[in-house]
């Protein structure tokens, strides 16, 4: 998780929503990244999709069986569904997102019973820096939009 709230702080410092994540197989990071969305104007360059698409063509494979995404955010149904497809065999996130988290939050990832793919998820993970990181990012924005409005 260390590794992930790197990318997540590198994510921040270029104006993206601070989430990183990483593929792990057997303790050894295949591929790692960072929110992309804003600079990349593509609206599926989470974190998790990022560090999937790097894995898979690391593996020569789309399917990435026995590797673990790591991620300081909980996932959200986007990557819900690349997390299936790639069939991992776990996922551990740092923050639960009350929003759009789909291990959790706003639903499980029972909830997709009808997939042939079931994996494990473990929560909590260095959650208080990770969520602090969140939090710290929105605040800023939230004070820099009322600093605007005042200006107005």
């Known amino acids: 998780m260390a590794?992930?709230?790197?990318?997540?702080?590198?994510a921040e410092r270029l104006g993206e929503v601070p989430v990183g994540a990483v593929v792990v197989r057997e303790g050894k990071?295949?591929?790692?990244a960072g929110?992309?969305?804003i600079t990349q104007h593509d609206p599926t360059a989470h974190?998790?999709?990022?560090?999937?698409?790097q894995a898979a063509a690391r593996e020569g494979n789309f399917r990435l069986p026995g590797c673990v995404l790591v991620v300081t955010l909980?996932?959200?149904l986007m990557c819900l569904g690349a997390i299936i497809h790639a069939r991992l065999a776990g996922v551990v996130f740092a923050a639960r997102d009350p929003k759009a988290g789909c291990l959790g939050s706003r639903m499980h990832s029972a909830d997709v019973s009808w997939s042939n793919h079931h994996f494990w998820v473990r929560e909590?993970?260095?959650a208080q820096p990770?969520?602090?990181?969140?939090t710290a990012f929105f605040e800023s924005r939230r004070s820099l939009r009322r600093g605007s409005e005042a200006r107005s």
């Open 130 to 134: 990770c969520s602090a990181l969140l």
């Open 3 to 10: 590794e992930a709230l790197k990318e997540a702080q590198e």
């Open 74 to 76: 909980e996932p959200c």
């Open 35 to 37: 929110n992309r969305v």
């Open 29 to 32: 990071i295949l591929a790692h």
């Open 47 to 53: 974190a998790e999709i990022l560090a999937l698409r």
């Open 124 to 126: 909590g993970v260095l």
